[in-house]
C-alpha cells in the first residue's frame, strides 16, 4: 500500500489467482476535473465501473493546484478505499486506475497511477496498453539520469513525457508519440490540469464524458453512465485533450491513419456490455456475433446456454437467430478470484466447481448448444463440458464467439505463448476430442467483423491471423523489465 501527501509531513512517500482459461485485459483508466466536486469519490466510483478490466491493484491521485497527493494498494477497489482513504485525497482534478499485469509482476511497486518528475514538470499517470519498444526506452531514460522504482512499461511512459525534450503539453506529447509503439491509452494529470492522450492506432479505448461543470474522461462508457456523466464522444486515435480552468479542448493530433487497430476482443470479451465502443453497444455486437454463429454453425438442439458472464449475450443471438429456446444451465460465483486466500489441494481438484455449476434439473436430457467468448489454453473449456455431462446434458455443441487464437497479442493482452495456446497447436477436431464435445463449431474471421460492423482496417485481429499493426520480431516476455 502506498500513501503520497507531500503535504503531510507524517506521508511515507516512496514507502512501499490462479488465472483460468481467459484472455485478460491490462486495465481500465478514469480522470476527473471538477471545481466543487468530490473529486476522489467520483473517480472511485468510475473505477468500481471498470472494475472487470483489472482486479489486482487499484489507485487514486487528485491535486489541489499546489501539491499531488497518491494512494495505491493491492486488491479490488473496494478493498483499497475505504472512507477516510477518500477524505485525504483533497482537490479537483483527479485520476484512478485498476490493474492488471501485462508488463511487470502483481506486486505493489507495478500499482498505479505512477508518480513521475520532470525539469519541468511533476505528473501522476495511469496506462491501459503494452508499450512493445518498452526496454529500449527505459536503457535511454536511464542514461538521462531517470530512475525507477517498478518494473512495468507505465513507469516508462510516464518518465518519458516528464522528461521529454520540450516545454509544451503540445511538444511533450507529440515527442512521445514519436518515440513511443505499441498501445497505451492514458489518463494524466498534474497538480492543476488533466489530459487524456490515445494512441495512434486506437488500440484500446479511451472516451469523454461531460459531468455538470466539470469532465471525466474513462476507458468505458458504462463508467460515465455509473457516475451520471454524459457520454461527449471517443479520443480520437493519435490525440490528446486537455481540462483546465479554460475547461476541454484538443491540443494534439497525429496526422491521421488510414488504418486503426482497435482490439476486437474489446467486443468480444473485454468491455462490459453496456458500454459503447466505436459507437456501438457492446451487447448488441456479442448478440450478433452468436446469431452468425448460428448461420454459420447450425445445429438440432434443444437449448442455448451461454458460459457466464460474457457469452450469455451471444446465446441470446444463436437462441434468436436459430429458433431454439435459450435457458440458464450453468450458474457463476461471481466472487471468484476477488480473494487472497488460495485454495486447499481438495478444492483445487474441484476446479471449476469453484467457478460454476450446472442446473441438473434444467439441462437433463437435453440436447445443448453451449456458447463461449472464446478457447485459449484449453484448461477451462473440458471442464465445462464435463461439468454439463455431470448434469444430465445428453449432447454438447459448443459455439466460440471467437476465431480460433493462434498468435499471442503484445498490445495489452495477457493471452499466452504461441506454444500455449490451443489453436495453434491442435486442429479443430483434435480440439473437439479433446474437450469431448460433440460438435465444435468457431466463429469466422468475417462473420467476427459483421458482427462488430466495423470496416476490416478498423480493428486489430491479430491474435487470430499474426498480422499484426506494429512489427514485432520476437515473442515479448511479460516480466522481461523484471531485471
Known amino acids: 500500500m502506498l500513501w503520497f501527501d507531500p503535504a503531510d509531513p507524517s506521508s511515507p512517500g516512496a514507502a512501499v489467482s490462479v488465472q483460468g482459461d481467459r484472455v485478460h485485459d491490462e486495465c481500465g483508466v478514469v480522470g476527473v476535473y471538477s471545481k466543487g466536486e468530490d473529486v476522489a469519490r467520483i473517480t472511485f466510483f468510475g473505477l468500481f465501473a471498470l472494475q472487470h478490466r483489472g482486479q489486482e491493484s487499484a489507485g487514486i491521485a487528485t491535486g489541489d493546484g499546489k501539491v499531488i497527493r497518491l494512494r495505491t494498494s493491492m486488491g479490488l477497489i473496494t478493498q483499497s478505499f475505504q472512507e477516510d482513504n477518500l477524505e485525504r485525497l483533497t482537490g479537483y482534478v483527479g485520476i484512478g486506475h485498476t490493474r492488471y499485469s501485462t508488463t511487470g509482476s502483481s506486486q505493489a511497486k507495478n500499482a498505479q497511477p505512477i508518480i513521475s518528475n520532470g525539469p519541468n514538470v511533476r505528473l501522476a499517470l495511469g496506462h491501459n496498453g503494452n508499450v512493445v519498444n518498452a526496454k529500449e526506452l527505459k536503457e535511454e531514460l536511464l542514461g538521462w539520469g531517470c530512475t525507477f522504482t517498478s518494473t512495468n512499461d507505465s513507469e516508462i511512459v510516464a518518465h518519458l513525457i516528464s522528461n521529454a525534450p520540450a516545454t509544451t503539453w503540445e511538444d511533450r506529447i507529440a515527442y512521445a508519440m514519436r518515440r513511443l509503439r505499441g498501445a497505451y491509452s492514458l489518463v494524466v494529470m498534474t497538480k492543476d490540469t488533466l489530459l487524456g492522450i490515445r494512441d495512434p492506432l486506437g488500440v484500446r479505448p479511451l472516451c469523454i464524458g461531460k459531468l455538470n461543470d466539470g469532465w471525466v474522461i474513462a ?64 451487447y448488441s455486437n456479442r448478440m450478433a456475433m452468436g446469431a452468425e454463429l448460428a448461420r454459420e454453425h ?32 450453468l450458474v457463476k460465483n461471481r466472487y471468484v478470484g476477488r480473494t487472497f ?54 449432447e454438447i455443441h459448443l459455439r466460440i464467439c471467437a476465431p480460433p487464437i493462434i498468435h499471442p497479442c503484445h498490445l495489452g493482452i495477457d493471452m499466452a505463448t504461441h506454444k500455449e495456446l490451443l489453436a495453434a497447436n491442435k ?57
Open 298 to 329: 447450425p445445429v438440432e438442439a434443444d437449448m442455448v446456454i451461454g458460459v457466464p458472464d460474457s457469452a450469455l449475450a451471444a446465446a441470446v443471438g444463436y437462441s434468436q437467430e436459430s429458433g431454439i429456446p435459450y435457458g440458464e444451465g
Open 219 to 282: 476507458s468505458e462508457t458504462c463508467a460515465l453512465d455509473h457516475i451520471g456523466a454524459t457520454f461527449v464522444r471517443e479520443i480520437e486515435p493519435g490525440e490528446a485533450v486537455m481540462v483546465d480552468e479554460n475547461g476541454l479542448r484538443s491540443i494534439y493530433q497525429r496526422e491521421p491513419r488510414q488504418a486503426r487497430a482497435s482490439c476486437v476482443f474489446e467486443h468480444i470479451y473485454f468491455a462490459r456490455p453496456d458500454s459503447v465502443l466505436d459507437g456501438r453497444l457492446v
Open 427 to 483: 486442429s479443430v477436431e483434435e480440439i473437439r476430442t479433446m474437450v469431448q464435445a460433440d460438435s465444435l463449431g468457431y466463429l469466422s474471421h468475417e462473420g467476427l467483423v459483421r458482427a462488430v460492423g466495423l470496416e476490416r482496417n478498423r480493428i486489430c485481429m491479430a491474435c487470430f491471423t499474426g498480422d499484426h499493426p506494429i512489427p514485432v520480431q520476437l515473442e515479448m516476455d511479460k516480466l522481461a523489465l523484471e531485471v
Open 341 to 394: 486466500i488460495s485454495p486447499d489441494q481438495r478444492l483445487r481438484d474441484l476446479g471449476v466447481r469453484t467457478k460454476l455449476n450446472p442446473l441438473p434439473q434444467l439441462i437433463k436430457g437435453k440436447r445443448l448448444v453451449v456458447v463461449d467468448d472464446s478457447i485459449v489454453r484449453g484448461t477451462t473449456t473440458p471442464h465445462v463440458v464435463q461439468l454439463l455431462h455431470q448434469g444430465g446434458a445428453k
